[in-house]
């Protein structure tokens, strides 16, 4: 026994995440994101590394998928021999289906996977379907990564922008810090109706690295529930099969 609690949502994200490995071609400099549905991605390209004999390398967003992936023996590259980035995979927290805007930062690895998806030309985004919300903060809070130095004069402007704000904790207390040393005010601001205009005032806050919200930047977002594999394209076409 692990104690851990099985994800029942675990084989929608692994149908996902093996969708969207496949479009990892020869050559590619590839962007691994974080979480439970990214973890099914790297744990896939690996396989076809191994089976199919398919080369890569590829930038990981958290210290985790870093791990992850040297296990994998996926080789590894820099932002120095590659800026740009031909495809980055990662998963989302919520999906607003019509623009493909997105929270993440569940998982603490935000900043990395914003810089990352950033350098990608293609940002597919997987997740199982129950990530879907009409309005981007509708399921969880919206996280803000802020420098520690001073982190309580960011907290109460966020939550003058509305917010019910909470330094993110470990069980024990301490606060929670993310790979590049900072701290997470998680931020429930309720259903966002402009999220640009919100994005705006939080990057405004001095003390403030990056937030949550995926603005723009997916390309596509591959999802699967009971009625099986679902594509979204920013064109505006879907995909059901
Ligand atoms: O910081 C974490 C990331 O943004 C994750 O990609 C996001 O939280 C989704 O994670 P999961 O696939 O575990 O639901």
């Not at 104690?3 to 692994?14: E, I, L, S, V, Y």
């Not at 590829?58 to 495809?87: C, K, M, N, V």
């Given at each position: 026994?692990?104690?851990?609690?099985?994800?029942?949502?675990?084989?929608?994200?692994?149908?996902?995440?093996?969708?969207?490995?496949?479009?990892v071609?020869?050559g590619?400099?590839?962007?691994?994101?974080?979480?439970?549905?990214?973890?099914?991605?790297?744990?896939?390209?690996?396989?076809?590394?191994?089976?199919e004999?398919?080369?890569?390398?590829a930038?990981?967003?958290?210290?985790?998928?870093?791990?992850?992936?040297?296990?994998?023996?996926?080789?590894?590259t820099?932002?120095?021999?590659?800026?740009y980035?031909?495809?980055?995979?990662?998963?989302?927290?919520?999906?607003e289906?019509?623009?493909?805007?997105l929270?993440?930062?569940?998982?603490g690895a935000?900043?990395?996977?914003?810089?990352?998806?950033?350098?990608?030309?293609q940002?597919?985004?997987v997740?199982?379907?129950?990530?879907?919300?009409?309005?981007?903060?509708?399921?969880?809070?919206?996280?803000?990564?802020?420098?520690?130095?001073?982190w309580?004069?960011a907290?109460?402007?966020?939550?003058?922008?509305?917010?019910?704000?909470?330094?993110?904790?470990?069980?024990?207390?301490?606060?929670?810090?993310?790979?590049?040393?900072?701290?997470?005010?998680?931020?429930?601001?309720?259903?966002?109706?402009?999220?640009?205009?919100?994005?705006?005032?939080?990057?405004?806050?001095?003390?403030?690295?990056?937030?949550?919200?995926?603005?723009?930047?997916?390309?596509?977002?591959?999802?699967?529930?009971?009625?099986?594999?679902?594509?979204?394209?920013?064109?505006?076409?879907?995909?059901?099969?």
């Amino acid at each position: 026994m692990t104690g851990q609690t099985p994800d029942p949502a675990a084989q929608f994200k692994q149908q996902a995440a093996e969708y969207a490995a496949a479009f990892v071609k020869d050559g590619m400099a590839v962007g691994l994101g974080t979480g439970s549905t990214a973890k099914f991605v790297v744990a896939e390209l690996g396989r076809r590394m191994r089976e199919e004999g398919l080369r890569f390398c590829a930038i990981p967003t958290s210290d985790a998928t870093e791990a992850q992936a040297r296990e994998e023996g996926i080789p590894l590259t820099t932002f120095a021999q590659h800026p740009y980035l031909d495809l980055a995979i990662d998963g989302a927290d919520e999906i607003e289906p019509v623009t493909l805007n997105l929270v993440k930062g569940r998982g603490g690895a935000l900043l990395r996977e914003k810089i990352v998806a950033a350098a990608a030309k293609q940002f597919v985004v997987v997740a199982d379907a129950s990530k879907y919300v009409d309005h981007l903060g509708m399921l969880c809070p919206v996280p803000v990564e802020v420098v520690p130095f001073g982190w309580e004069s960011a907290a109460a402007r966020l939550a003058a922008l509305g917010a019910q704000v909470a330094p993110r904790k470990h069980a024990n207390g301490s606060f929670y810090l993310t790979d590049e040393k900072n701290l997470i005010m998680d931020c429930i601001f309720g259903p966002i109706t402009d999220p640009d205009a919100l994005s705006r005032s939080i990057y405004a806050i001095v003390g403030v690295i990056e937030h949550g919200l995926f603005l723009h930047m997916a390309t596509q977002t591959i999802t699967a529930g009971p009625e099986g594999i679902k594509v979204l394209d920013v064109s505006g076409s879907s995909t059901q099969g």
